[in-house]
């Protein structure tokens, strides 16, 4: 969007005014103008993989300098209060949550704007100095895409000789364990998939938790009637999360269990709503996504299930249905959501044992 975002842009306190050079396009964009989250504050400036040059200074800044390289990613403050902010880790910020870098309102009332401009005012604390021998242009995407890769990298100490597993279409978790197996149905380049915690998601919709629903609970004329009022109102309705904010004993079992990473700071982000439109249920109750597992046979299929997880029959029953070669993996002691972060158990050597025989 050209010209400059429609609020103020003088410097203040211990505030950077950026000439922004370039600024990247996530797909999350495109989800906040559609209002594919809920929500959205127009006049709306996307953008938050941002880099550019400081071209002004507040008076209390001391950490850059007019002529800096900066960027800025997916946030531009938080409480700084709270023990997560204290800690670095601003961005599970539980003193009001962290401030996105765009759609989103600031401290003082007023929405925030983003990449999509010519300039953006941004406290120097949540920006970073891009080095010089980056280019700006292939450094902006850096700072959604690339951040995210980076930070657990960093963490867990990976280096020579350390071994890193990148979740993608060759090890699906959760949802993406069933379109993993949907895709490697239809596309036979896919040699072997190993799933964690799979999910059959068109299952789970059209039949509930372990097939409870009965045919008057499929709701279809609400969700057919839910189709024109999406269309009326201009953007879907979501359905409610499925990992609930404020869990506690009386949470029913399965939103509890996601409760526990997806609203806690082990996995917590504004962005990820745990929510689907609700007339996307249509579409999975129709289309069922392991029809043709058997015909991936002779390619290896792997079901790693943490042993107590509410969603082991997926992986059970899809096991059961899968031709050779296949096999069952049980993690003693874990639960669904365990196999997403849990480095102790996790069986990374398993997984490299089955790569290592299926993709040589």
Request: net charge negative; hydrophobic share 35%; with cysteine.
């Amino acid at each position: 969007m050209p010209g400059d975002p429609p609020h103020d842009h003088r410097c203040c306190l211990r505030r950077l005014l950026i000439d922004i050079k370039f600024a990247g396009i996530c797909h999350s964009d495109i989800h906040q103008v559609q209002k594919g989250w809920g929500t959205a504050i127009f006049p709306m400036v996307p953008g938050h993989e941002i880099a550019g040059v400081v071209s002004e200074v507040g008076p209390g800044v001391t950490k850059y300098k007019v002529g800096d390289r900066m960027g800025v990613g997916c946030f531009v403050d938080s409480c700084r209060e709270c023990d997560h902010c204290k800690a670095g880790l601003e961005q599970y910020c539980t003193g009001g949550g962290m401030i996105q870098t765009y759609n989103y309102l600031d401290k003082d009332g007023q929405p925030t704007y983003g990449g999509y401009s010519e300039k953006i005012v941004v406290d120097e604390s949540y920006a970073v100095r891009i080095p010089d021998g980056l280019a700006l242009d292939v450094t902006a995407p850096l700072l959604c895409a690339g951040i995210t890769l980076y930070p657990p990298l960093k963490h867990w100490g990976a280096g020579p000789g350390k071994k890193v597993a990148i979740v993608g279409l060759g090890i699906g978790m959760c949802g993406s364990g069933g379109f993993a197996i949907s895709a490697a149905q239809v596309d036979r380049r896919i040699k072997a998939v190993a799933t964690t915690s799979m999910y059959d998601i068109a299952r789970a919709y059209s039949k509930g938790h372990r097939d409870s629903i009965t045919e008057e609970d499929r709701i279809l004329d609400e969700l057919a009637e839910q189709r024109y009022a999406d269309f009326e109102a201009g953007h879907p309705a979501l359905a409610p999360r499925g990992a609930p904010i404020g869990f506690d004993e009386n949470t029913d079992s399965v939103g509890r269990e996601f409760g526990e990473f997806y609203s806690t700071p082990r996995g917590y982000h504004p962005n990820v709503l745990t929510q689907f439109t609700l007339t996307s249920t249509m579409a999975y109750m129709n289309f069922p996504l392991l029809t043709h597992i058997a015909s991936i046979s002779p390619r290896a299929l792997l079901f790693v299930v943490g042993e107590h997880a509410h969603s082991r029959y997926f992986s059970e029953d899809a096991c059961e249905l899968a031709a050779e070669a296949k096999e069952l993996y049980v993690v003693p002691g874990a639960n669904h959501v365990d196999l997403y972060d849990k480095t102790d158990l996790i069986p990374f050597d398993k997984l490299e044992e089955f790569f290592t025989k299926n993709l040589a």
